[in-house]
Protein backbone atom coordinates (compact mmCIF):
# COMPACT_ATOMS: atom_id res chain seq x y z
CA UNK A 1 0.00 0.00 0.00
CA UNK A 2 1.37 3.61 -0.73
CA UNK A 3 1.79 5.94 2.23
CA UNK A 4 -1.68 7.60 2.70
CA UNK A 5 -1.50 11.28 3.09
CA UNK A 6 -4.44 12.77 5.10
CA UNK A 7 -5.87 16.73 5.18
CA UNK A 8 -8.68 17.98 6.48
CA UNK A 9 -9.99 21.06 5.64
CA UNK A 10 -11.43 23.09 9.17
CA UNK A 11 -13.86 26.34 8.45
CA UNK A 12 -17.14 28.46 9.45
CA UNK A 13 -17.67 31.83 8.48
CA UNK A 14 -19.22 34.67 9.62
CA UNK A 15 -22.48 34.87 7.80
CA UNK A 16 -24.20 37.91 7.36
CA UNK A 17 -27.04 39.37 8.99
CA UNK A 18 -30.41 39.91 6.75
CA UNK A 19 -29.70 43.79 5.99
CA UNK A 20 -32.19 45.96 4.38
CA UNK A 21 -32.02 48.78 2.61
CA UNK A 22 -33.42 50.49 5.48
CA UNK A 23 -30.47 49.35 7.31
CA UNK A 24 -27.70 51.77 5.12
CA UNK A 25 -26.21 54.26 6.59
CA UNK A 26 -27.44 53.25 10.15
CA UNK A 27 -24.22 51.24 10.23
CA UNK A 28 -25.39 48.25 11.91
CA UNK A 29 -23.73 44.91 12.61
CA UNK A 30 -23.43 43.22 9.61
CA UNK A 31 -22.51 39.50 10.94
CA UNK A 32 -25.17 37.24 12.72
CA UNK A 33 -23.53 36.47 15.95
CA UNK A 34 -25.98 34.53 17.35
CA UNK A 35 -26.74 32.14 14.03
CA UNK A 36 -23.40 31.70 13.91
CA UNK A 37 -22.40 30.61 17.59
CA UNK A 38 -25.39 28.00 17.38
CA UNK A 39 -24.02 26.96 14.11
CA UNK A 40 -20.81 26.58 15.12
CA UNK A 41 -22.32 24.92 18.54
CA UNK A 42 -23.72 22.19 16.40
CA UNK A 43 -20.98 21.41 14.07
CA UNK A 44 -18.51 21.68 17.21
CA UNK A 45 -21.09 18.42 19.23
CA UNK A 46 -21.36 16.83 16.06
CA UNK A 47 -18.00 16.98 14.33
CA UNK A 48 -14.77 18.62 15.95
CA UNK A 49 -14.93 17.24 19.19
CA UNK A 50 -15.60 13.88 18.56
CA UNK A 51 -13.67 14.02 15.29
CA UNK A 52 -10.54 15.14 17.54
CA UNK A 53 -11.26 13.01 20.49
CA UNK A 54 -10.98 9.97 17.47
CA UNK A 55 -7.77 11.16 15.80
CA UNK A 56 -6.23 11.90 19.37
CA UNK A 57 -7.06 8.34 20.33
CA UNK A 58 -5.58 6.83 17.02
CA UNK A 59 -2.35 8.68 17.62
CA UNK A 60 -1.90 7.23 21.20
CA UNK A 61 -3.15 4.03 20.63
CA UNK A 62 -0.73 3.75 17.18
CA UNK A 63 1.90 5.03 19.01
CA UNK A 64 2.06 7.53 16.25
CA UNK A 65 1.47 5.98 13.51
CA UNK A 66 -2.04 7.75 12.44
CA UNK A 67 -0.91 11.19 11.08
CA UNK A 68 -3.06 13.81 9.61
CA UNK A 69 -2.71 17.40 8.68
CA UNK A 70 -5.02 20.03 8.41
CA UNK A 71 -5.78 23.17 8.07
CA UNK A 72 -8.20 26.22 10.47
CA UNK A 73 -9.38 29.30 8.79
CA UNK A 74 -8.66 32.72 10.99
CA UNK A 75 -12.18 33.22 11.13
CA UNK A 76 -12.93 30.26 12.83
CA UNK A 77 -9.97 30.34 15.25
CA UNK A 78 -11.81 33.72 16.27
CA UNK A 79 -14.88 32.19 17.12
CA UNK A 80 -13.59 29.43 18.84
CA UNK A 81 -11.48 31.38 20.82
CA UNK A 82 -14.51 33.97 21.66
CA UNK A 83 -17.46 31.04 21.46
CA UNK A 84 -15.70 27.70 22.31
CA UNK A 85 -12.49 27.35 23.90
CA UNK A 86 -12.32 23.70 24.58
CA UNK A 87 -12.54 23.18 21.14
CA UNK A 88 -9.94 25.22 19.89
CA UNK A 89 -8.11 22.72 23.12
CA UNK A 90 -8.89 19.86 21.26
CA UNK A 91 -7.26 21.26 17.94
CA UNK A 92 -4.19 22.14 20.00
CA UNK A 93 -3.99 19.15 22.08
CA UNK A 94 -3.63 16.89 18.25
CA UNK A 95 -0.86 19.45 17.04
CA UNK A 96 1.13 19.28 20.57
CA UNK A 97 1.37 15.36 19.66
CA UNK A 98 3.49 16.00 16.74
CA UNK A 99 1.42 14.10 14.78
CA UNK A 100 -0.58 16.70 13.26
CA UNK A 101 0.60 19.08 10.71
CA UNK A 102 -1.22 22.75 10.33
CA UNK A 103 -1.44 24.08 6.70
CA UNK A 104 -1.33 27.82 5.83
CA UNK A 105 -3.67 29.78 4.06
CA UNK A 106 -5.72 32.47 3.52
CA UNK A 107 -7.15 34.01 7.05
CA UNK A 108 -10.21 35.14 5.55
CA UNK A 109 -11.02 31.83 3.48
CA UNK A 110 -11.04 34.72 0.65
CA UNK A 111 -10.82 34.35 -3.40
CA UNK A 112 -7.88 37.23 -2.95
CA UNK A 113 -5.39 35.35 -4.60
CA UNK A 114 -7.32 35.38 -7.75
CA UNK A 115 -8.02 39.57 -7.48
CA UNK A 116 -5.72 41.38 -5.27
CA UNK A 117 -2.23 39.83 -4.90
CA UNK A 118 -1.79 41.71 -1.98
CA UNK A 119 -4.54 41.65 -0.19
CA UNK A 120 -3.75 37.57 -1.02
CA UNK A 121 -0.24 37.76 0.80
CA UNK A 122 -1.25 39.86 4.02
CA UNK A 123 -4.34 37.64 4.31
CA UNK A 124 -1.47 34.51 4.42
CA UNK A 125 0.64 36.53 6.88
CA UNK A 126 -2.22 36.85 9.31
CA UNK A 127 -2.86 33.11 8.81
CA UNK A 128 0.76 32.39 9.56
CA UNK A 129 0.61 34.59 12.58
CA UNK A 130 -2.77 33.30 14.21
CA UNK A 131 -1.20 29.74 13.95
CA UNK A 132 2.13 30.78 15.68
CA UNK A 133 0.07 32.42 18.52
CA UNK A 134 -2.51 29.13 19.26
CA UNK A 135 -0.37 26.51 18.27
CA UNK A 136 3.22 27.94 18.14
CA UNK A 137 3.78 26.32 14.79
CA UNK A 138 4.71 27.74 11.37
CA UNK A 139 3.31 26.01 8.26
CA UNK A 140 5.47 24.77 5.42
CA UNK A 141 2.90 23.96 3.21
CA UNK A 142 -0.21 25.52 2.11
CA UNK A 143 -3.79 25.16 0.64
CA UNK A 144 -5.57 28.05 -1.21
CA UNK A 145 -9.33 28.80 -0.58
CA UNK A 146 -11.41 26.08 -2.20
CA UNK A 147 -8.08 24.28 -3.56
CA UNK A 148 -7.88 27.02 -6.28
CA UNK A 149 -5.03 26.73 -8.42
CA UNK A 150 -2.89 28.12 -11.12
CA UNK A 151 0.43 28.51 -12.36
CA UNK A 152 0.16 31.82 -11.32
CA UNK A 153 -1.09 31.82 -7.67
CA UNK A 154 1.59 28.80 -7.65
CA UNK A 155 4.65 30.86 -8.28
CA UNK A 156 2.95 33.87 -5.78
CA UNK A 157 3.09 30.97 -2.98
CA UNK A 158 6.46 29.73 -3.82
CA UNK A 159 7.96 33.73 -3.25
CA UNK A 160 6.19 33.81 -0.11
CA UNK A 161 8.37 30.78 1.33
CA UNK A 162 6.18 27.50 1.54
CA UNK A 163 7.75 24.34 0.30
CA UNK A 164 4.55 22.78 -1.17
CA UNK A 165 0.95 23.26 -1.88
CA UNK A 166 -2.34 20.84 -2.42
CA UNK A 167 -4.20 20.84 -5.64
CA UNK A 168 -7.39 19.18 -7.20
CA UNK A 169 -6.09 16.52 -9.10
CA UNK A 170 -8.34 17.39 -11.89
CA UNK A 171 -8.52 14.84 -14.96
CA UNK A 172 -8.58 17.45 -17.30
CA UNK A 173 -4.78 18.85 -15.87
CA UNK A 174 -3.92 15.27 -15.35
CA UNK A 175 -4.52 13.62 -18.46
CA UNK A 176 -2.77 10.55 -18.69
CA UNK A 177 -1.24 11.11 -14.95
CA UNK A 178 -2.41 10.24 -12.13
CA UNK A 179 -3.24 11.98 -8.57
CA UNK A 180 -0.72 9.63 -7.05
CA UNK A 181 2.57 11.09 -7.33
CA UNK A 182 4.09 13.86 -5.88
CA UNK A 183 4.35 16.93 -8.97
CA UNK A 184 6.71 20.05 -9.12
CA UNK A 185 4.64 23.48 -9.76
CA UNK A 186 5.04 24.61 -13.88
CA UNK A 187 8.20 26.70 -13.97
CA UNK A 188 9.24 26.53 -10.39
CA UNK A 189 10.33 24.54 -6.71
CA UNK A 190 7.18 23.87 -5.11
CA UNK A 191 6.11 20.58 -4.68
CA UNK A 192 2.33 19.37 -5.59
CA UNK A 193 0.20 17.65 -3.95
CA UNK A 194 -3.25 16.30 -5.89
CA UNK A 195 -6.14 15.36 -4.14
CA UNK A 196 -7.05 11.70 -5.38
CA UNK A 197 -10.86 13.42 -6.37
CA UNK A 198 -12.12 10.07 -6.20
CA UNK A 199 -11.31 8.08 -3.20
CA UNK A 200 -11.74 11.60 -1.54
CA UNK A 201 -15.37 11.52 -2.51
CA UNK A 202 -15.87 8.13 -1.41
CA UNK A 203 -15.61 9.06 1.78
CA UNK A 204 -16.75 12.85 1.76
CA UNK A 205 -19.54 12.63 -0.43
CA UNK A 206 -20.82 9.02 -1.19
CA UNK A 207 -20.26 7.36 2.22
CA UNK A 208 -23.77 7.44 3.03
CA UNK A 209 -25.66 7.44 -0.09
CA UNK A 210 -27.75 4.32 -0.21
CA UNK A 211 -28.31 4.38 -4.26
CA UNK A 212 -24.35 4.31 -4.49
CA UNK A 213 -23.60 1.07 -6.49
CA UNK A 214 -20.25 0.55 -3.37
CA UNK A 215 -22.98 1.43 -0.50
CA UNK A 216 -22.15 0.02 2.25
CA UNK A 217 -18.22 1.31 2.16
CA UNK A 218 -16.45 -1.19 4.69
CA UNK A 219 -13.10 -0.60 5.54
CA UNK A 220 -11.88 -4.05 4.13
CA UNK A 221 -13.23 -2.94 0.95
CA UNK A 222 -11.77 0.73 1.10
CA UNK A 223 -8.45 -0.54 2.07
CA UNK A 224 -8.68 -3.13 -0.78
CA UNK A 225 -9.31 0.21 -3.29
CA UNK A 226 -6.20 1.59 -2.22
CA UNK A 227 -4.14 -1.78 -2.35
CA UNK A 228 -4.91 -1.93 -5.93
CA UNK A 229 -3.35 0.86 -6.85
CA UNK A 230 -0.14 -0.18 -6.62
CA UNK A 231 -0.98 -3.24 -9.12
CA UNK A 232 -1.41 -0.56 -11.98
CA UNK A 233 1.32 1.33 -11.10
CA UNK A 234 3.92 2.06 -8.46
CA UNK A 235 2.01 5.27 -6.91
CA UNK A 236 3.94 7.24 -4.48
CA UNK A 237 0.68 8.63 -2.26
CA UNK A 238 -2.60 8.48 -1.85
CA UNK A 239 -3.96 11.75 -1.07
CA UNK A 240 -7.07 11.93 0.83
CA UNK A 241 -8.48 15.67 1.05
CA UNK A 242 -11.70 16.47 1.87
CA UNK A 243 -13.42 18.82 5.02
CA UNK A 244 -13.41 18.23 8.60
CA UNK A 245 -16.95 18.45 9.14
CA UNK A 246 -16.94 15.20 7.01
CA UNK A 247 -16.86 13.59 9.85
CA UNK A 248 -20.52 13.91 11.98
CA UNK A 249 -21.72 16.61 9.89
CA UNK A 250 -21.83 15.86 6.14
CA UNK A 251 -22.01 12.57 7.14
CA UNK A 252 -23.59 11.62 10.59
CA UNK A 253 -22.97 9.63 13.22
CA UNK A 254 -25.45 7.75 12.56
CA UNK A 255 -24.19 6.63 9.58
CA UNK A 256 -20.91 5.23 11.01
CA UNK A 257 -18.22 7.23 9.63
CA UNK A 258 -16.46 7.44 12.91
CA UNK A 259 -16.43 3.52 13.05
CA UNK A 260 -15.72 3.02 9.42
CA UNK A 261 -12.73 5.10 9.90
CA UNK A 262 -11.29 3.73 13.02
CA UNK A 263 -11.62 0.55 11.38
CA UNK A 264 -9.85 1.66 8.00
CA UNK A 265 -7.25 3.05 9.93
CA UNK A 266 -6.59 -0.58 11.93
CA UNK A 267 -6.98 -2.69 8.59
CA UNK A 268 -4.23 -0.24 6.84
CA UNK A 269 -2.26 -0.99 10.37
CA UNK A 270 -2.24 -4.61 9.69
CA UNK A 271 0.79 -4.51 7.48
CA UNK A 272 3.40 -2.90 9.14
CA UNK A 273 5.13 -1.04 6.17
CA UNK A 274 1.65 0.44 5.82
CA UNK A 275 1.85 4.32 6.94
CA UNK A 276 0.10 7.44 7.09
CA UNK A 277 2.72 10.51 5.86
CA UNK A 278 2.21 14.09 6.66
CA UNK A 279 3.08 16.68 3.70
CA UNK A 280 6.10 17.87 4.42
CA UNK A 281 7.57 14.33 5.77
CA UNK A 282 6.32 13.15 2.42
CA UNK A 283 8.27 15.63 -0.11
CA UNK A 284 11.83 15.29 1.67
CA UNK A 285 11.49 11.51 1.24
CA UNK A 286 10.13 11.08 -3.02
CA UNK A 287 10.95 13.08 -5.68
CA UNK A 288 8.65 15.03 -8.19
CA UNK A 289 7.13 12.90 -11.06
CA UNK A 290 6.97 16.02 -13.03
CA UNK A 291 5.48 19.32 -13.84
CA UNK A 292 2.20 19.95 -14.09
CA UNK A 293 0.79 22.71 -15.83
CA UNK A 294 -2.42 24.18 -14.02
CA UNK A 295 -3.26 26.74 -17.43
CA UNK A 296 -6.07 27.52 -16.08
CA UNK A 297 -7.70 28.00 -12.82
CA UNK A 298 -9.02 24.91 -10.69
CA UNK A 299 -10.71 24.29 -7.72
CA UNK A 300 -11.87 21.46 -5.97
CA UNK A 301 -16.09 22.40 -6.17
CA UNK A 302 -18.93 21.28 -7.86
CA UNK A 303 -18.52 19.33 -11.20
CA UNK A 304 -16.93 21.84 -13.56
CA UNK A 305 -13.70 22.26 -10.74
CA UNK A 306 -13.71 25.90 -11.45
CA UNK A 307 -14.44 28.97 -9.73
CA UNK A 308 -18.55 29.45 -11.00
CA UNK A 309 -19.31 28.44 -7.92
CA UNK A 310 -18.35 31.64 -6.55
CA UNK A 311 -18.36 34.18 -9.91
CA UNK A 312 -20.50 31.84 -12.81
CA UNK A 313 -23.06 34.51 -12.30
CA UNK A 314 -23.79 38.16 -12.59
CA UNK A 315 -24.73 38.86 -9.17
CA UNK A 316 -21.59 37.03 -8.01
CA UNK A 317 -19.35 39.08 -10.45
CA UNK A 318 -21.23 42.27 -9.39
CA UNK A 319 -19.92 41.55 -5.62
CA UNK A 320 -16.69 40.64 -5.93
CA UNK A 321 -16.18 43.71 -8.21
CA UNK A 322 -17.87 46.18 -5.67
CA UNK A 323 -15.95 44.65 -2.60
CA UNK A 324 -12.14 44.42 -4.11
CA UNK A 325 -12.62 47.49 -5.98
CA UNK A 326 -13.10 49.29 -1.82
CA UNK A 327 -9.46 47.99 -1.28
CA UNK A 328 -7.28 51.31 -1.69
CA UNK A 329 -10.25 53.31 -0.42
CA UNK A 330 -10.54 51.11 2.60
CA UNK A 331 -6.69 50.57 3.50
CA UNK A 332 -6.13 54.39 3.38
CA UNK A 333 -8.72 54.79 5.67
CA UNK A 334 -6.66 53.19 8.23
CA UNK A 335 -9.16 52.16 10.65
CA UNK A 336 -8.46 48.54 11.73
CA UNK A 337 -11.73 47.75 12.28
CA UNK A 338 -13.26 48.28 9.55
CA UNK A 339 -10.25 46.81 7.60
CA UNK A 340 -11.50 43.76 9.40
CA UNK A 341 -15.05 44.11 8.15
CA UNK A 342 -14.13 44.41 4.94
CA UNK A 343 -11.98 41.64 5.12
CA UNK A 344 -15.09 39.24 6.45
CA UNK A 345 -17.01 40.79 3.71
CA UNK A 346 -14.15 38.84 1.23
CA UNK A 347 -15.28 35.28 2.73
CA UNK A 348 -15.33 32.84 -0.29
CA UNK A 349 -18.90 31.89 1.53
CA UNK A 350 -20.94 35.09 0.67
CA UNK A 351 -20.61 34.60 -3.05
CA UNK A 352 -21.48 30.83 -3.01
CA UNK A 353 -24.84 31.34 -1.44
CA UNK A 354 -25.25 33.82 -4.62
CA UNK A 355 -24.96 30.85 -6.70
CA UNK A 356 -27.62 29.80 -9.35
CA UNK A 357 -26.59 26.47 -9.92
CA UNK A 358 -29.35 24.14 -8.73
CA UNK A 359 -29.05 21.26 -10.66
CA UNK A 360 -26.77 19.30 -9.95
CA UNK A 361 -25.12 20.26 -7.06
CA UNK A 362 -27.83 21.67 -5.07
CA UNK A 363 -27.60 20.17 -2.32
CA UNK A 364 -24.21 21.37 -1.28
CA UNK A 365 -24.85 25.30 -2.21
CA UNK A 366 -27.53 24.48 0.93
CA UNK A 367 -25.11 24.11 3.34
CA UNK A 368 -25.88 26.24 6.26
CA UNK A 369 -27.25 28.66 3.70
CA UNK A 370 -29.00 31.78 5.31
CA UNK A 371 -31.19 32.89 2.76
CA UNK A 372 -34.31 31.27 1.23
CA UNK A 373 -32.52 32.16 -2.19
CA UNK A 374 -29.11 33.38 -4.16
CA UNK A 375 -30.89 36.85 -4.81
CA UNK A 376 -31.84 37.23 -0.96
CA UNK A 377 -28.22 36.99 -0.16
CA UNK A 378 -26.77 39.05 -3.00
CA UNK A 379 -29.37 42.18 -1.75
CA UNK A 380 -28.13 41.36 1.51
CA UNK A 381 -24.72 41.91 0.73
CA UNK A 382 -24.88 44.84 -1.41
CA UNK A 383 -26.82 46.29 1.15
CA UNK A 384 -23.76 46.11 3.71
CA UNK A 385 -21.38 46.61 0.86
CA UNK A 386 -22.73 50.53 0.45
CA UNK A 387 -22.89 51.04 3.93
CA UNK A 388 -19.84 50.08 4.48
CA UNK A 389 -19.19 52.41 1.69
CA UNK A 390 -20.34 55.39 3.19
CA UNK A 391 -18.71 55.15 6.29
CA UNK A 392 -15.08 54.05 4.63
CA UNK A 393 -16.36 57.52 2.56
CA UNK A 394 -16.86 59.56 5.28
CA UNK A 395 -13.80 58.72 6.69
CA UNK A 396 -11.87 59.75 3.81
CA UNK A 397 -14.16 63.06 3.75
CA UNK A 398 -12.66 63.67 7.18
CA UNK A 399 -9.46 63.20 6.82
CA UNK A 400 -9.09 65.73 3.65
CA UNK A 401 -10.58 68.30 6.05
CA UNK A 402 -8.32 67.86 8.51
Not at 44 to 66: Q, T, W
Not at 98 to 105: I, N, W, Y
Not at 235 to 248: A, P
Amino acid sequence: MPPICLYLHTHQPQRLKKFSVFDIGEHRDYFDHENNRQILKKVARKSYLPANRMFLDLIRRSRGRFKLSLSITGVLLEQLEAEFPEVLRSFRDLVDTGCCELVSETYYHSLASVYSAEEFSRQIDLQNKALKKHFDFSPKFFRNTELVYNNSIAAMVEKMGFDGMLAEGWDEILQWRSPNFLYQAKGGALRLLARNYKLSDDIGFRFSNREWKEWPLTAEKYTEWINLLNLDQECQTVNLFMDYETFGEHQWEETGIFKFFEAFFWKTMENPRNRFVLPSKLITEIEPAGELDFWRLVSWADMERDLSAWNGNKMQHAALEKIYALEKDVKEAGDEALLDEWRKLQTSDHFYYMCTKWFSDGDVHKYFNPYESPYESFIAFMNIYNDLKIKVDDILKTKVAA
